[in-house]
């Protein structure tokens, strides 16, 4: 087992000796992934600049099989291989550093404990890409984030690692750090891109996806954080080095965090495929003395929960997530035990996308908004049996219906709740005044609550 609590981490972007994470920017060792004149850091952006031509960093980057990591998963050097290599005009990479899932904690870490591997990161895939300019949008609740990757930045250009002349090649580079203003609709690749260009943030079209026109109608490859921040270990260690860890369909590294009912809330480094037991158990410290687990949300807010301690044996990768039942996402784990309520979890859950809907599409601004609704409800008192069934038709009005996946991330979790939860609903409605009336009257369901039906059951 090769991971650890964090403040120890062995990141992604090791160098020799295994430096620490936090070891890369903190003040006192900044020196040493920034030397002047001595080997050290951002040695693998020198060596691409002077020996690797960008078809031979995208090969190298497809042979380590380094999966996006913000929930898709797609192959990274497939992604920057679709760029136009013929486009006359500028291109772009854009960093998602939005990390607006409830429930996720690592990419704000990478920016603030090694933004140097970040921007060496960037600059590999633009010199891969053929692009000059790296656009990093991060949350605008991020503020040490934002303060200590744009100090970074700024001590790249007083050094000549950033700018028109980088590292004395001719070659040009720029990275420009962008806040965005909390909205989680943003986290969504083509409304970040309109938010970076100054306009509201609202999901578009696909296609044309934004390889071909992206940012200001330009190519833009657009990653997240902890996939660029992968890149500089694929280059100085090789492909072999990332692809010997893992798993075959997941290979290498993956940094996951922890949160909810643990003794040692965190995030720390794993290799693809160790067992989600291992991760709650001996590295967050377990559940608390005399608890069971109830639940287990593997990737944030938007995935389904895994029922009770079967999820102890499921690999985290992407392949052993889906088989689970759930996803991977983006690594948030969430622990439930057997004190938690799930009508509350995913009242919290629908309340947070019924707020974040952009309310484009209808599916996704009245379903999360029902939704919402109908839990309050229960939990007020006035559930009916009725109300699950109800819930499962709204969820089946939103998933493959909304415009842009957030209204997939708002049913996914709700659905899980009420097919493999269906007791913590009905103890609910069991002591709902309304269920209780009609109950008497011989009817075991009810209309939804603000209808005529329910309120002449009440009024008798």
Known sequence: M??????????VSALDNEIGI????????????????????????????????PEQVIDEVKASGLRGKGGAGFPTGLKWSFVPKDHPGPKYLAIN????????????????DCPHRLIEGAMIAMHAIGAEQTYCYIRGEFYDSLRLLDDAVKECYAKGYLGDNVFGTGKRMHFQVHTGAGAYICGEETSMLSSIEG????????????????????????????????APAIIDAGAGWFTARGTEKSPGIKIVSVSGCVRNPGWWEIEYGTPIGVIVNELAGGLLPGRKLKGLIPGGSSCPVIKGEAAYDVPFDYEGCVAGGSMLGSAAMIVLDDSIDMVGVMRNFSKFYAHESCGKCTPCR????????????ILDGGGTM????????????????????????????????????????????EK?????????????????????????VEAS
């Open 97 to 112: 550093g939005d990390e607006g899932e409830p429930g996720t904690f690592k990419d704000r870490y990478i920016m603030e």
């Open 199 to 230: 306009s509201r943030g609202h999901p578009k079209m696909k296609p044309p996806f934004p390889a071909i026109e992206g940012v200001f109608r330009k190519p833009t490859i657009i990653n997240n954080v902890e996939s660029i921040a992968c």
């Open 432 to 456: 709902s005044s309304r269920f209780n009336a009609l109950k008497e009257n011989g009817n075991g369901s009810a209309s939804p609550a603000g209808s005529e039906e329910a309120a002449e």
């Open 22 to 53: 936090r070891s890369l920017a903190d003040y006192e060792s900044k020196a040493r992934y920034v030397p002047d004149g001595k080997p050290g850091g951002y040695r693998a952006i020198q060596h691409v600049l002077n020996n690797m031509s």
């Open 366 to 377: 009245e379903g999360t908004r029902w939704m919402l609704q109908i839990h309050q409800r």
């Open 2 to 11: 090769n991971g650890i609590r964090h403040e120890c981490i062995t990141p």
């Open 386 to 429: 009725e109300d699950l069934d109800l819930l499962i038709d709204i969820i089946n009005g939103i998933e493959a219906k909304s415009f842009c996946p957030l209204g997939d991330a708002a049913a996914w979790p709700v659905r899980s709740a009420v097919e493999r939860f269906p007791e913590d609903y009905i103890a609910w409605i």
